[in-house]
């Protein structure tokens, strides 16, 4: 197929395909002052936009995480060059060959550094940053990560190690390996399929919601921090008052990635992409596939059998 130069490649939201997107031509982006025009290498699927995949009109574009190279630097001359290896977090639409995204979003990466494992970085690696800061210091804390298995949770457990604290997981079961996997990012106790010692915890992160919250409350010690980032489990916490017997003054915080800074993304972006520079901070990748294949990726994260980021390469056809 020949393309007009005014067009490139994007996945599509498309409720008339299983799966529910399809590879269409689209406008090229039209970068605003200040923004870069990106070729996008890599992306990932979050699993908000699973669900957004299933609810959004047609026509919408998704995708978030963006690693790449610098196609066209910004107009006002801020940001880096053409050429520069780049990861950033886009609005939207970064499932596409190219994607317009402000500067002070976006953050040099290392050329010894995959595209695929930078693209991890964006969404699940600023949540996990910025959740934990939001807890307060962590040196020699007890924090238990609920759903540590996957993408999100493997990076709240690297970097709650990372700055010191004495980190407990749960996970349902070790099918996928996952317990290996985490003992070798920091874990000290890993909890299979069990419940966690209550009121042991001075820190727990819940990853999934519903029941695990419930868990998240008989886990905490008194006057201790759950951190609420996740609503996997479909089904809504049952929680009153009196759970908080044994656990009197533990708060609950939320945090929602939206909502963060956002003249320090890049920046935190930058600590990332660092970290995982030096052999600190280890991306887990459960899946990486062409976005042609985009709904073998989207099936296996329906059925819920990964640990860690799925990834999307965009390759040129
Ligand atoms: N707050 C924010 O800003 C923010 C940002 C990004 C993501 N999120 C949310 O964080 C959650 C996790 O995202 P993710 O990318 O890490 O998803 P994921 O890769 O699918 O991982 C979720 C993990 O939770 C566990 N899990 C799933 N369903 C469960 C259930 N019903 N009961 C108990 N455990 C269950 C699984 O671990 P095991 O099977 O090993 O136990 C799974 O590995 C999602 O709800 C997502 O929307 C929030």
């Known amino acids: 197929m020949r393309r007009k130069e005014t067009t490139m490649l994007a996945l599509v939201r498309d409720g008339r395909n299983d799966p529910p997107v399809t590879l269409q031509e689209v406008p090229e982006p039209q970068p605003k ?8 290498r890599a992306s990932t699927v979050n699993r908000g936009e ?11 574009r998704p995708g978030q995480d963006v690693a790449g190279v610098v196609a066209t630097p910004a107009a006002d001359g801020n940001g880096p060059p053409a050429g520069t290896r780049v990861i950033g977090l886009a609005e939207a639409a970064a499932w596409s060959q190219r994607v317009a995204v402000p500067v002070e979003r976006l953050a ?12 991890t970085l964006g969404l699940a690696g600023l949540t996990a940053l910025r959740s934990l800061r939001e ?6 804390r007890s924090v238990l990560v609920l759903g540590a298995s996957g993408g999100l949770g493997h990076f709240v457990v690297q970097l709650a ?8 997981t749960l996970v349902r079961t070790d099918a996928t390996g996952a317990g290996s996997r985490l003992a070798d990012l920091g874990v000290r106790q890993l909890i299979a399929g069990e419940e966690p010692e209550t009121a042991a915890f001075e820190v727990v992160v819940d990853v999934v919601g519903g029941a695990s919250l419930e868990r998240a409350i008989r886990a905490v010690r008194p006057g201790g921090t759950i951190m609420l980032l996740g609503a996997t489990d479909p089904q809504p916490a049952r929680i009153t008052l009196l759970d908080f017997i044994g656990h009197e003054g533990a708060r609950i915080l939320t945090f929602f990635s939206y909502a963060g800074d956002d003249a320090a993304i890049g920046p935190d972006l930058d600590t990332l992409a660092q970290l995982v520079a030096q052999g600190r901070l280890h991306p887990t990748i459960s899946i990486a596939v062409d976005w042609k294949d985009v709904g073998r990726l989207l099936d296996a994260m329906r059925e819920g059998k990964l640990a860690g980021k799925t990834v999307l390469t965009v390759t040129s056809p």
């Open 33 to 40: 002052e200040g923004e870069a025009l990106v070729q996008v």
């Open 135 to 140: 807890i307060g210091p962590l040196l020699g």
């Open 108 to 119: 040099v990466i290392d050329d010894a550094v995959p595209f695929e494992s930078a693209a």
């Open 161 to 168: 190690a990372l700055a010191g604290a004495n980190v407990s």
């Open 50 to 60: 699973l669900a957004l995949l299933a609810s959004r009109a047609d026509g919408w």
